[in-house]
């Protein structure tokens, strides 16, 4: 199998259940097209890495992954800088959100297969304070992570509720991609 992500915890969660596979960065546009939800856009966006990592390589399977964080219909993706960070945990504070992530699975070969699919969960942030965002901003951490945080990280800290795949949140909800998996084969 072959991940077309370049993430850290996408790979680490692979690793823990002992799948073999490759990392291969996509490298793809991601801009969102104007009026689409975070489920077309998740679900295009894993599509269109497994499909770019599938021209590339001879791989039987490629897996293509995609997270956001969606709050008062607002989508969050990866923070620009650190103000912006400041500004989507402020956003988070106090309340639910969801965390959507699509999966796409491309087999190449005779009988060339595409199954997508996503996964939401629900999650429930405590009330923030500025001196929390502010410490947890320079940390570092919120960098490259859709909606400003890592639950696998320091922003456990501010998690009040889950409900759902906790591995979705991670950024790769691991049983799905098995089920997808199994559909493909």
Do not use: C
Not at 44 to 64: D, I
Not at 65 to 70: F, G, R, S
Not at 99 to 117: C, D, Q, S, Y
């Amino acid at each position: 199998m072959v991940l077309a992500s370049k993430s850290p915890r996408r790979a680490e969660i692979l690793r823990a259940v002992g799948w073999e596979f490759e990392a291969v960065a996509a490298n793809i546009d991601e801009t969102r097209i104007e009026s689409e939800d975070a489920v077309s856009y998740v679900k295009r966006l894993a599509q269109a890495k497994a499909e770019t990592v599938a021209r590339k390589t001879s791989a039987g399977l490629v897996l293509g992954a995609d997270t956001v964080v969606v709050i008062d219909g607002e989508i969050l993706g990866q923070p620009r800088d650190d103000d912006d960070a400041r500004r989507m945990l402020k956003l988070l504070s106090g309340k639910w959100h969801e965390v959507l992530t699509g999966i796409a699975l491309v087999r190449g070969g005779n009988a060339p297969r595409i199954v997508v699919n996503h996964q939401t969960t629900r999650v429930h942030f405590a009330e923030l304070s500025s001196d929390e965002i502010d410490w947890y901003v320079t940390t570092g951490e919120p960098n490259g992570k859709a909606g400003a945080y890592a639950i696998q990280g320091r922003g456990a800290l501010f998690i009040k509720e889950i409900q759902g795949d906790y591995f979705n949140v991670v950024g790769l909800p691991l049983r799905l991609v098995y089920e997808l998996k199994s559909d493909t084969l």
